[in-house]
Nanobody, 124 residues
């Protein structure tokens, strides 16, 4: 069982930056692939980024590649999403999730555990 709690969301101007954090409970955090997803009003939940257990392998959605960076600190049971050059299309509720799989996954169906989400709003 893994419990996830996101933080770091808020209101930011277009072009600004935010860093989201996701704190995980449980001693097996390092065994999970971690992912970030987001959901905007009226839209389906979409993949943002994922990272493997060691932090060496990452994968990003095309829409955030070059602007967002996912990282993890297994000693702190925390995964991060650093976001730069934010624009209005990035406005959404951001969720972190954990997948009990050794390989990176894009589909949310692979992720067994989800946080409650944190709101990111980009003003123009």
């Amino acid at each position: 069982q893994v419990q996830l709690v996101e933080s770091g969301g808020g209101l930011v101007q277009a072009g600004g930056s935010l860093r989201l954090s996701c704190a995980a409970s449980g001693r097996t955090f390092s065994r999970y692939v971690m992912g970030w997803f987001r959901q905007a009003p009226g839209k389906e939940r979409e993949f943002v980024a994922t990272i493997n257990w060691s932090g060496i392998s990452t994968y990003y959605a095309d829409s955030v590649k070059g602007r967002f960076t996912i990282s993890r600190d297994n000693a702190k049971n925390t995964v991060y999403l650093q976001m730069h050059s934010l624009n209005a299309e990035d406005t959404a509720v951001y969720y972190c999730a954990a997948a009990p799989t050794p390989t990176l996954r894009v589909s949310p169906t692979w992720y067994d555990y989800w946080g409650q989400g944190t709101q990111v709003t980009v003003s123009t």
